[in-house]
């Protein structure tokens, strides 16, 4: 992990397949300021290190909400 990044878990509705997880993948990679994400469809959520500086929790929620079909929350520490 880079130095001052930070790791933020997020809850994911909306996925029915697996195909569903390389399409959050895959919005949450193109995010500048994201290190590394990953996504778990049977825990229905993602696990992403980021820079905050770049990136907030929020926006990350954001763009995967944005994803027609989705709706991610940002969960706290």
Do not use: W
Request: some cysteine; hydrophobic content about 45%; glycine content about 6%.
């Amino acid at each position: 992990m880079s130095a001052g990044a930070l790791h933020t878990e997020l809850r994911i509705e909306g996925m029915t397949c697996e195909s569903c997880v390389s399409h959050v993948v895959s919005a949450l990679t193109k995010t500048p300021g994201v290190v590394k994400a990953s996504v778990s469809f049977n825990e229905s959520a993602a696990s992403v290190t980021h820079d905050p500086q770049l990136v907030s929790p929020q926006a990350l929620a954001d763009v995967v909400t944005a994803i027609d079909g989705y709706d991610a929350v940002a969960l706290s520490p």
